[in-house]
């Protein structure tokens, strides 16, 4: 019997409930409110009683799991109608199909019934050949040369009994090959014992240098980390190495297992009868050149699948760090765009985000007109009243660094202090419409000069301009599935926007597009409102804003702020809505609800459960006494800055042992990248993150973490940093080796020890780089 609508939604309900950790009403609540258009940022905070409180991290994965299950319910509903057609839906068989939880347990019973061109198997099928096989599968004491004579048939293409032979073990290749419990079976023994193998193409060792890990190498399927694997199938993709599947440590086990599965499913065993030798060759063919290869296919489709959602979810995080970046705020900002040969780009904005001066300066090769510059950003920092400089961290940062340090010796009064910033993605601004468009007569070198002073100030508003995949903090992003990419990133960023909250009268329509509930072209018409009319006073105001109706202010006015308005709520997260609420506790207090703001001793003394009522329950009257004692809170940290080493500059100025501060630029499964001013990120491998186990490297750090590690090794060839934040370990040098490992090819490997402690045979320190010279060979070429 055939499910209804709610049966399903039900059903749907309860799966998602369950992989959550929620119940089934919290589940259709949540999906009832996302039917109707509602953003996960809305519903985790402003719809807390009617999803009894689920979070944005369960809503998201709640969206998630409801698209593909979804999509499993309407491939089921075309799989059972196109067997229906064909005559062959048993109720057995809808069973089955009705209870497949995934859609490669569904995919497996559509197999036999699938549509597909002419097989070999249906060649011979029209040739009669169907009794053949199926005689000699049920009596197996027949020779199968004698009994296939029998079925000789030029006129329909059989010409002897080889042929008519081939043609039955071709109908029962296709018949196990297709069987969807066979099929299963071996599927999971397989993804569970199977060993990737990768081996070089031959001629291609030079070519594929960054790939020499790799060359003769094998690892579990099961077991091997989404950065590796997605290293490899790059590689695969640019004709560098062969992949293949087997069945273990010991292959030709695993495929005699394999053949032996095969002839288990079909009662075929080697008695000595005529027949048995030719029914085991077909199980034997059926595993090695049909299920093997298919599975092969199959199980690398889902272990890609699994490795593009960690890499995803490693981005995912990776930008939310950066995007939530502490913002150095209201502060009169430079920008120096570093070069060299086409010069240092300078622009200014003040405190409000304006671009207010532009200017090329020249201080580096081939002019070196170093005095100069520095007389010209001392001019601008005067006449401005500059606070920060922003230095981009590309070529020539360093360079520009030091130009930057002297404005601010031999101008103590100013003030000034100089950060050097991550410009990612500065460049992929400067040359898109948005930049165009803001800035319509600015040369283009100079756009980039603008995004580096304003990231500065405030990441989230200047980062959320730039394609999320341009902004360079993920691992192997361009082998992921763009599509699927994007959809993550963009959840990413708009919780990260939602989060922070924004200020409806300064942000750009980039920004306010991020808001829940509004598209990007209601986004630029409140800029053009705001333009033509003045800044908003109140909320309500918003609904003048062609296009921006009622549902569209009930999602985004919450997380929209207007300071110094008319009304003092309009600058916190309290949404609208909830006003009366808010009315109720000021008259409870005698005092106006301005006085009532702030006022933290006497808000927390206050219980939630004497202001609630049939649309406000506890959680949301618990949020709103947490935001009035301090309405529009930033949950971002507190601005500071790393200071890199003087006169370390430059790969040939880091010598072994150094301790240097840097900043966290990526984390990836194997570790992170850290940048100490060098023009390259050095790799903190994961094993050298702590003294304690680290499983996943986000649980020590995250991007933008100012850190102090230790520099364990140096190779200049291949441009390689490696680092410990374990700044008690030193790196032990062997007599005659110099402390810099200059030759690319050398094997020799530094070793960790305590200080004061000597390393014995049975407490012998393992190699400090055999796990960082893989993870360099993978890492940087994705990332």
């Avoid at 004698?146 to 081939?166: E, I």
């Avoid at 930008?319 to 070069?339: F, Q, S, Y």
């Avoid at 992921?480 to 708009?494: G, H, I, Q, S």
């Avoid at 003092?568 to 609420?581: G, N």
Wanted: with cysteine.
């Amino acid at each position: 019997m055939k499910d209804t609508p709610k049966q399903l939604a039900q059903h749907i309900a309860r799966t998602i409930a369950a992989e959550i950790g929620a119940q089934t009403a919290q589940a259709l609540a949540a999906i009832a409110l996302l039917d109707e258009g509602a953003s996960v940022p809305f519903i985790a905070r402003y719809r807390k009683e009617i999803t009894g409180g689920l979070d944005d991290t369960q809503l998201r994965n709640l969206e998630t799991r409801l698209t593909y299950l979804r999509e499993l319910e309407e491939r089921r509903a075309t799989v059972l109608a196109s067997i229906d057609e064909q005559g062959k839906l048993s109720d057995a068989l809808r069973a089955e199909i009705e209870a497949a939880d995934s859609k490669a347990r569904l995919e497996d019973l559509y197999l036999p019934y699938k549509p597909k061109r002419r097989t070999r198997a249906q060649i011979a099928r029209e040739a009669g050949l169907e009794p053949l096989a199926d005689g000699l599968l049920a009596d197996p004491t027949q020779a199968p040369e004698t009994f296939a004579a029998g079925f000789v048939d030029a006129d329909k293409g059989v010409a002897d009994g080889k042929a008519a032979l081939d043609g039955a073990r071709a109908i029962l290749m296709e018949r196990w090959g297709e069987d969807p419990a066979l099929v299963g079976e071996l599927r999971n023994w397989l993804g569970e014992t199977g060993v990737i193998r990768a081996r070089v193409a031959e001629g291609k060792e030079e070519a594929g240098a960054k790939y020499r890990d790799y060359f003769e190498h094998s690892e579990a399927l099961a077991k091997i980390p989404s950065h590796r694997l997605l290293a490899l199938f790059r590689a695969r993709k640019e004709e560098i190495l062969y992949l293949d599947l087997d069945p273990g440590k010991d292959a030709e086990a695993g495929h005699l297992y394999g053949d032996g599965r095969v002839a288990l499913h079909a009662g075929v065993s080697d008695q000595g009868r005529a027949a048995d030798r030719w029914l085991l060759d077909s199980c034997r063919m059926t595993w090695r050149a049909k299920l093997h290869l298919h599975l092969l296919l199959d199980l690398f489709g889902q272990a890609r699948e699994k490795a593009e959602a960690e890499a995803i979810a490693i981005f995912g995080d990776n930008l939310k760090d950066l995007l939530l970046a502490a913002p150095a705020g209201a502060r009169t900002v430079m920008g120096l765009d570093p070069g060299i040969r086409t010069g240092v780009k300078v622009a200014v904005v003040d405190r409000t985000g304006k671009l207010v001066a532009t200017d090329t300066i020249y201080p580096h090769e081939p002019r070196k007109q170093w005095d100069q510059s520095l007389h010209s950003l001392h001019k601008l920092c005067v006449q401005h009243g500059v606070e920060l400089i922003a230095i981009g961290n590309g070529t020539a940062s360093r360079e520009t660094d030091k130009l930057a340090g002297e404005v601010i010796a031999k101008h103590p009064e100013l003030k000034l202090q100089k950060i050097v910033v991550s410009e990612a993605g500065a460049s992929v601004y400067s040359a898109s419409e948005l930049a165009a468009k803001e800035f319509p007569e600015l040369d283009v070198s100079l756009r980039g000069a603008v995004s580096i002073a304003r990231r500065l100030q405030d990441p989230l508003a200047e980062l959320v301009k730039i394609e999320p995949k341009a902004i360079g903090v993920g691992q192997y992003q361009h082998d992921v599935d763009p599509y699927r990419m994007a959809r993550a990133l963009d959840a990413r960023v708009e919780d990260c926007v939602n989060a922070v909250g924004v200020h409806v009268n300064t942000a750009s329509a980039a920004l306010l597009a991020r808001v829940s509930g509004l598209s990007s072209s209601v986004a630029e018409n409140i800029v053009l409102h705001r333009d033509q009319n003045g800044p908003f006073k109140r909320r309500r105001e918003l609904l003048k804003v062609p296009r921006l109706g009622e549902k569209t202010f009930e999602q985004c006015a919450g997380f929209l702020r207007i300071a110094d308005g008319d009304e003092p709520l309009d600058a916190s997260s309290v949404h609208p809505e909830a006003y009366p609420v808010v009315e109720r506790i000021a008259k409870d207090s005698g005092r106006a609800v301005k006085q009532l703001i702030g006022d933290a001793g006497y808000l927390r003394g206050l219980k939630p459960e004497s202001f609630t009522d049939e649309k406000f329950g506890v959680p949301t009257v618990r949020d709103i006494l947490k935001e009035l004692e301090k309405p529009g809170r930033d949950p971002r940290p507190e601005f500071k800055a790393a200071r890199f080493a003087e006169g370390v500059e430059d790969l040939k100025h880091l010598k072994i042992g150094m301790i240097l501060e840097g900043v966290v630029t990526n984390v990836a499964a194997f570790g992170a990248f850290v940048d100490i001013g060098v023009h390259q990120d050095g790799l903190v491998h994961i094993s050298a993150l702590s003294d304690t186990y680290v499983k996943d490297p986000r649980e020590v750090v995250k991007a933008g973490d100012i850190v102090k590690v230790r520099v364990l090794e140096v190779d200049i060839p291949r441009k390689r940093i490696a680092l410990t934040r374990r700044l008690e370990d030193v790196p032990v040098v062997k007599p005659g080796q110099d402390n810099q490992r200059r030759d690319a090819d050398s094997s020799r490997t530094r070793i960790l020890s305590r200080p004061g402690k000597t390393a014995s045979p049975a407490t012998k320190p393992q190699p400090a780089n055999s796990a960082l010279a893989a993870a360099f060979a993978r890492a940087k070429s994705g990332a």
